[in-house]
T-cell receptor, first 114, second 113 residues
Framework: GDSVTQMEGPVTLSEEAFLTINCTYTATGYPSLFWYVQYPGEGLQLLLKATKADDKGSNKGFEATYRKETTSFHLEKGSVQVSDSAVYFCALSDLQGGSEKLVFGKGTKLTVNP | EPEVTQTPSHQVTQMGQEVILRCVPISNHLYFYWYRQILGQKVEFLVSFYNNEISEKSEIFDDQFSVERPDGSNFTLKIRSTKLEDSAMYFC???????????FGQGTRLTVV
């Protein structure tokens, strides 16, 4: 079945450091890819998405590019802030493969220190 | 901005009791979902619901679980006889026509004692 493999955390960075969180996927069809973020004590919020190969999703300084050849969707940010401390989830949905559900990775906890 | 709302935010129940978790999806959305997240683990799909019936469910969603859309606004998850291992955060989500992403509620933390 479909699956998402995400870089294990936790990740601790200093403010203004560069962030990469790796995500690779396995899917039957041609999935849409997402990054969701969960701030402490809150629910899941969509951070960015990409629906086809070579699409780049971006939001709040975060970016991720849909790489079909490497089945990857790595999350990057050039300069993290303390307010970026959260858990980040990579996810896919595979409508073409016949399923509308989201399949999540295990999540990566990011802590940014001042 | 429209949002998915869930109640209660936290529920404590005794093992063997029935619980109902409530969700109000975004008003013009047509696809509804329940997910759960056991503490420290990944978010797992439970069930999807469209046109007043279950469209997909996971192996977790066994006979003790049921979903219902009792009126035009609420979407509920019932757990008939709770077990300790049902303790988790339960998230409701909804999607509208033309959207590719799901919108999530804040979650209900269920604690079974």
């Amino acid at each position: 079945g479909d699956s998402v493999t995400q870089m294990e955390g936790p990740v601790t960075l200093s403010e203004e450091a560069f962030l990469t969180i790796n995500c690779t996927y396995t899917a039957t069809g041609y999935p849409s890819l997402f990054w969701y973020v969960q701030y402490p004590g809150e629910g899941l919020q969509l951070l960015l998405k990409a629906t086809k190969a070579d699409d780049k999703g971006s939001n709040k300084g975060f970016e991720a590019t849909y790489r079909k050849e490497t089945t990857s969707f790595h999350l990057e940010k050039g300069s993290v802030q303390v307010s970026d401390s959260a858990v980040y989830f990579c996810a896919l949905s595979d409508l073409q493969g016949g399923s509308e559900k989201l399949v999540f990775g295990k999540g990566t906890k990011l802590t940014v220190n001042p | 901005e429209p949002e998915v709302t869930q109640t209660p935010s936290h529920q404590v129940t005794q093992m063997g009791q029935e619980v109902i978790l409530r969700c109000v999806p975004i008003s013009n959305h047509l696809y509804f979902y329940w997910y759960r997240q056991i503490l420290g683990q990944k978010v797992e799909f439970l069930v999807s619901f469209y046109n007043n019936e279950i469209s997909e469910k996971s192996e977790i969603f066994d006979d003790q679980f049921s979903v219902e859309r009792p009126d035009g606004s609420n979407f509920t998850l019932k757990i008939r006889s709770t077990k300790l291992e049902d303790s988790a955060m339960y998230f409701c989500a909804s999607t509208g026509i033309g959207y590719t992403e799901a919108f999530f509620g804040q979650g209900t933390r269920l604690t079974v004692v």
